[in-house]
């Protein structure tokens, strides 16, 4: 019975992979070396946000083969350096994906190697990765209340920057921030306005004031962003000779 061995890689490195699997020697065939990957399971390699997926290579090759390397890149990519493996049994390899992961089509390179090193063949084959992303990390800064002490019946107007995480801080343009109220002696909040961010994930509203409490400027998230909760800003609001 064919004895099979199972490779596992540890990460992704520079965008390639390469795993590499050996047997025991056997006794010398004469024979035309073969080597095939014969499958490549599962294919496509769906890959969940924050979870991981492993793809399985099966190779197939003949008697005078002592040594199989297998690298997978996306396609057009550079192989890198070599992985740690373990090698269990024969040419059967176990490459895990993760979310961060580049999508699309990946290549695979199976290489057979004589008991010398020398090489004897090689074979390749396609497949496909599909990732699905997480939510984007969002945060609200520079959120500000002003001003800090205001006439009943006045104005108060509110700014801040709606940004998102993408390799650093940016400001995210379009996205629908409201503003929250919680008056003095209430425990719950409650809608006052909303207002559209600007370039640099500006925005900017304002409300009238009716008695002193907190605000707070909420994004709600969408598809693609997480949510988002600004720090409080206090109004004191005082009296004045104002009638309804």
């Known amino acids: 019975m064919r004895k099979i061995a199972l ?3 540890s ?3 520079g965008g390639a992979m390469l795993v590499t699997g050996a047997h025991a020697a056997s006794a010398s065939t004469t ?5 095939k990957i014969r499958s490549i399971s599962p294919n496509p390699v769906e890959v969940k946000a924050g979870a991981e ?3 399985y ?3 197939g090759a003949s008697s005078d083969v002592k040594k199989v390397e297998l690298s997978v890149a996306p396609e057009g990519a550079r192989t890198l350096a070599a992985k740690d493996v373990k090698d269990l049994e024969g040419w059967r390899f176990a490459v895990p994906f993760t979310e961060n992961d580049p999508a699309g089509k990946w290549q695979a390179t ?3 190697f004589d008991a010398a090193g020398k090489e004897l063949a090689k074979d390749t084959a396609f497949f496909s990765v599909e990732v699905e992303k997480g939510k984007a990390e969002t945060r609200i800064s520079r959120f500000t209340a002003d001003p800090y002490k205001v006439r009943k019946g006045k104005s108060i107007y509110f700014s801040g920057r709606l940004q998102v995480d993408d390799d650093g801080w940016e400001g995210v343009r379009g996205e629908k921030v409201s503003i929250y109220y919680r008056a003095n002696g209430s425990g719950g909040w409650k809608w006052v306005t909303s207002a559209y961010t600007k370039w640099g994930g500006k925005f900017y ?4 004031a009716y008695r002193s409490g907190t605000f707070r400027a909420v994004y709600h998230g969408d598809d693609e962003l997480d949510g988002a909760t600004s720090r409080t800003d206090y109004v004191r609001v005082y ?3 104002w009638r309804r």
């Open 53 to 55: 997926t492993t793809a």
């Open 205 to 208: 509203a304002k409300t009238k």
């Open 110 to 112: 199976a290489v057979a």
């Open 31 to 35: 024979l035309d070396t073969e080597l």
């Open 11 to 13: 990460a992704l490195v």
């Open 239 to 241: 009296g004045s000779w």
């Open 57 to 59: 290579f099966d190779i």
């Open 7 to 9: 490779g596992i890689v």
